[in-house]
């Protein structure tokens, strides 16, 4: 009897895939920042990548009226016509992707969801991905859960931290079947260049490999940089699968939504994948994402973006004036990537630290990567209000070091 017992205890344990995973830091601590300001602790949140701004009112609007006319039940599992029309129509204007909305796209929950369904619809078990060192925190543990291999390779900051050729032939062997990279970088600020892409192209037609682009800060580039879409080099699109959204760039983090491209054979799998795990992305959110990504909403956002750029080079010069401090401008996205290696702290002392003594909060580097263990990411788009705040309090947190 104590024998059955200890089998049925051993069978009621979660799946060891899931206990072995890292929790998402940045969605951990802003999950802390949002339970001590529930608790009436007044924590400056500086870790989520989200800007301040909420939803603009004609998106909102686009949704109020598809639930007033009843739109409020599952769609196809690739997307509305109207959703895939205007995702189509973004690429071929913004980007200059020529594609079929009812063959090469797909309507996603968000960003994640759509690397799921890429990593899903490229991967046989055992098969090796080539990341970034530093990457988004997610990736790694994401290409796990679909029974893929992730191989770190870094990226070198004398590099400007870009992959040279060498940097990839180290990290690839015979079980790579994909690269993963994200442009503009998160958390580095890196906005790729033709050169860069050429790198990363050159590898993928030569060794027959996906390229999986996740583009989620696109319409956020600063200053000179503009966003390439990888697809849109020689040879690319049958190996290129490009990840969009609206969630960064219209401040649409709490709709979940979001969109894939790729080769037809691509989607038509990943079509097949969501209507198994996910059914189809939600019809409200779907009618609010046609509105955004219309050209009337894109000019209507194009003021708040430049906005947010002097946001982002305020943080950055104010802090890098800092002797114990280092930043660069980012290039296009939300952070400020900060080197605090003069200050002699780990990353997360120094995150924890910054908490306990300034009601602060902002992501230990380490959490992106094993080579980046004496930076700090802070989410550079909040209020004026609270970034200067947020400045103030890190320097003086800095000089009592």
Same mark, same amino acid.
């Not at 979001?258 to 038509?268: E, F, L, N």
């Given at each position: 009897?104590?024998?059955?017992?200890?089998?049925?205890?051993?069978?009621?344990?979660?799946?060891?895939?899931?206990?072995?995973?890292?929790?998402?830091?940045? $969605?951990?601590?802003?999950?802390?920042?949002?339970?001590?300001?529930?608790?009436?602790?007044?924590?400056?949140?500086?870790?989520?990548? %989200?800007?301040?701004?909420?939803?603009?009112?004609?998106?909102?609007?686009?949704?109020?009226?598809?639930?007033?006319?009843?739109?409020?039940?599952?769609?196809?599992?690739?997307?509305?016509?109207?959703?895939?029309?205007?995702?189509?129509?973004?690429? /071929?204007?913004?980007?200059?992707?020529?594609?079929?909305?009812?063959?090469?796209?797909?309507?996603?929950?968000?960003?994640?969801?759509?690397?799921?369904?890429?990593?899903?619809?490229?991967?046989?078990?055992?098969?090796? $991905?080539? $990341? #970034?060192?530093?990457?988004?925190?997610?990736?790694?543990?994401?290409?796990?859960?679909?029974?893929?291999?992730?191989?770190?390779?870094?990226?070198?900051?004398?590099?400007?931290?870009?992959?040279?050729?060498?940097?990839?032939?180290?990290?690839?062997?015979?079980?790579?079947?994909?690269?993963?990279?994200?442009?503009?970088?998160?958390?580095?600020?890196? !906005?790729?260049?033709?050169?860069?892409?050429? +790198?990363?192209?050159?590898?993928?037609?030569?060794?027959?490999?996906? !390229?999986?682009?996740?583009?989620?800060?696109?319409? +956020?580039?600063? *200053?000179?940089?503009? *966003?390439?879409?990888?697809?849109?080099?020689?040879?690319?699109?049958? *190996?290129?699968?490009?990840?969009?959204?609206?969630?960064?760039?219209?401040?649409?983090?709490?709709?979940?939504?979001?969109?894939?491209?790729?080769?037809?054979?691509?989607?038509?799998?990943? +079509?097949?994948?969501?209507?198994?795990?996910?059914?189809?992305?939600?019809?409200?959110?779907?009618?609010?994402?046609?509105?955004?990504?219309?050209?009337?909403?894109?000019?209507?956002?194009?003021?708040?973006?430049?906005?947010?750029?002097? %946001?982002?080079?305020? !943080?950055? #010069?104010?802090?890098?004036? *800092?002797?114990?401090?280092?930043?660069?401008?980012?290039?296009?996205?939300?952070?400020?990537?900060?080197?605090?290696?003069?200050?002699?702290?780990?990353?997360?002392?120094?995150? #924890?630290?910054?908490?306990?003594?300034?009601?602060?909060?902002?992501?230990?580097?380490?959490?992106?990567?094993?080579?980046?263990?004496?930076?700090?990411?802070?989410?550079?788009? /909040?209020?004026?209000?609270?970034? %200067?705040?947020? $400045?103030?309090?890190?320097?003086?947190?800095?000089?009592?070091?």
């Amino acid at each position: 009897m104590q024998a059955m017992l200890k089998e049925v205890d051993r069978k009621l344990q979660p799946a060891r895939r899931a206990l072995g995973l890292p929790q998402s830091s940045t $969605v951990r601590i802003a999950d802390l920042a949002s339970a001590m300001r529930r608790a009436g602790t007044p924590v400056l949140d500086f870790s989520a990548g %989200r800007a301040a701004e909420a939803t603009d009112a004609a998106i909102c609007d686009a949704a109020v009226a598809a639930l007033s006319a009843g739109d409020t039940h599952q769609t196809p599992a690739r997307g509305t016509p109207a959703y895939l029309a205007a995702c189509a129509a973004k690429l /071929k204007s913004a980007n200059g992707l020529d594609l079929d909305p009812d063959a090469e796209v797909i309507a996603t929950m968000g960003c994640k969801q759509g690397l799921v369904l890429s990593l899903m619809a490229t991967l046989d078990p055992g098969d090796e $991905v080539i $990341v #970034e060192d530093p990457c988004f925190v997610s990736y790694a543990p994401t290409i796990e859960l679909c029974g893929g291999v992730p191989i770190a390779a870094t990226l070198s900051r004398d590099n400007g931290y870009r992959w040279s050729r060498e940097d990839l032939g180290a990290a690839l062997t015979d079980r790579t079947k994909a690269i993963l990279y994200c442009s503009p970088h998160n958390p580095l600020g890196v !906005v790729h260049t033709l050169e860069d892409l050429a +790198v990363i192209a050159d590898v993928a037609t030569e060794r027959g490999l996906f !390229v999986i682009a996740d583009e989620i800060y696109e319409a +956020v580039t600063w *200053h000179d940089r503009r *966003h390439t879409p990888i697809a849109t080099l020689p040879g690319m699109r049958d *190996h290129a699968i490009g990840l969009m959204g609206m969630t960064k760039s219209y401040s649409m983090g709490g709709w979940r939504i979001g969109y894939a491209y790729a080769s037809a054979d691509v989607i038509s799998t990943m +079509v097949v994948l969501q209507q198994h795990l996910m059914t189809c992305a939600s019809s409200i959110a779907q009618a609010a994402g046609a509105a955004a990504l219309s050209p009337e909403i894109t000019a209507k956002m194009a003021p708040l973006w430049q906005d947010w750029q002097a %946001r982002c080079d305020f !943080v950055a #010069e104010e802090l890098d004036a *800092h002797p114990a401090l280092g930043v660069s401008p980012p290039e296009g996205g939300f952070y400020a990537w900060i080197d605090i290696s003069r200050t002699g702290l780990t990353s997360q002392a120094f995150t #924890e630290a910054l908490l306990a003594e300034k009601s602060m909060t902002v992501v230990p580097g380490g959490t992106f990567g094993a080579s980046t263990d004496r930076f700090i990411r802070m989410t550079a788009v /909040k209020s004026w209000d609270d970034i %200067r705040e947020g $400045v103030a309090r890190m320097k003086a947190f800095a000089d009592a070091l």
